[in-house]
């Protein structure tokens, strides 16, 4: 058997001590070029910054100043990107660190908790979900939540369906009722 550049092929051993060669995998090796132009990773930081209003105070400074990035680079760049939503919306960003100082971040929608929580009205969830409803929404407003959510990079290959299903879900958990008409 002979290895090429582009592919590596496994052979598969059972525990009898018989070997299965119709499992080969195909994957694609990198190449030197690839491995020295990739970055190595310092850190993954999650924050949740409000939309339009990220500064180099807590909690932005601190967690990008302990890795030396540059503060005031990311707050223009995250306010640039959510300008479009309105002030205090929490936004939630995953930034990837490198070693050279250099950083990288997504910017995600806010949490289905949130959108239900302001299309509902109120300001916490329901301290006993299944016996005690807090309030109630229409489908009209699961549906509307869902196009949001499908707009955010990490749900755009969920369907709708599949979407309302879970921010039906989320809602039962919250204490918020879903009904077909108010």
């Not at 290959?157 to 039962?172: D, M, P, V």
Request: glycine letters at 4%; aromatic letters at 8%.
């Amino acid at each position: 058997m002979s290895f090429s550049a582009t592919a590596l092929l496994a052979s598969v051993t059972l525990f009898d001590g018989s070997s299965c060669y119709n499992a080969d995998i195909r994957r694609p090796m990198a190449t030197l070029k690839d491995a020295a132009a990739r970055k190595s990773i310092l850190a993954t930081i999650r924050l949740v910054v409000p939309a339009g209003a990220a500064r180099p105070a807590p909690p932005v400074g601190p967690a990008l100043g302990f890795y030396r990035l540059n503060l005031m680079a990311f707050c223009k760049d995250f306010n640039a990107r959510t300008q479009k939503y309105k002030a205090e919306t929490p936004m939630q960003v995953t930034l990837t660190a490198y070693k050279d100082s250099t950083f990288e971040f997504v910017v995600k929608s806010p949490s289905v908790s949130w959108f239900l929580k302001k299309a509902a009205g109120i300001e916490t969830a329901s301290t006993r979900p299944s016996h005690v409803n807090v309030s109630s929404l229409t489908l009209r407003h699961v549906y509307e939540i869902a196009k949001l959510k499908q707009a955010d990079p990490f749900c755009k290959h969920i369907s709708l369906e599949a979407l309302c299903k879970s921010i039906i879900g989320t809602a039962n958990s919250m204490g918020i009722a879903i009904v077909k008409d108010l």
